[in-house]
């Protein structure tokens, strides 16, 4: 089992960048993929970017491609997201995921397949 927080939320204008973070704590932490993911207002959670148990593979929506970028240390327990060129459409709620990982597992990008969640950071991109 992991417990998930996520921190580095906050107000940002357009083109501007946040890191946000990922505490994990709990065992096995390698043992976890982890995914963000956003929910905006009125809208589904959706898929922002994923990274393997040891960091191998990182996986994006096409919206997160080219400008966000997905890490982790496994050393520390912390998955990181660093997000440029924001735009207001990324506006949400991000939350962080875990999911315990195993070789040959090719699909990172579905909700219900994680079973760890933090409680969410608030992120706003002003026009």
């Known amino acids: 089992q992991v417990q998930l927080v996520e921190s580095g939320g906050g107000l940002v204008q357009a083109g501007g960048s946040l890191r946000l973070s990922c505490a994990a704590s709990?065992?096995?932490?390698?043992?976890?993929?982890i995914g963000w993911f956003r929910q905006a207002p009125g809208k589904e959670r959706e898929f922002v970017a994923a990274?393997?148990?040891?960091?191998?593979?990182?996986y994006y929506a096409d919206s997160a491609k080219g400008r966000f970028t997905i890490s982790r240390d496994n050393a520390k327990n912390m998955v990181y997201l660093q997000m440029n060129s924001l735009k207001p459409e990324d506006t949400a709620v991000y939350f962080c995921?875990?999911?315990?990982?195993?070789?040959?597992?090719?699909?990172?990008?579905?909700?219900?397949?994680?079973?760890?969640w933090g409680q969410g950071t608030q992120v706003t991109v002003s026009s």
């Open positions: 995921a875990g999911l315990q990982d195993y070789s040959g597992r090719t699909s990172y990008h579905r909700a219900y397949d994680y079973n760890y």
């Open positions: 709990g065992r096995s932490f390698s043992n976890y993929a």
């Open positions: 990274i393997t148990r040891l960091g191998g593979n990182t």
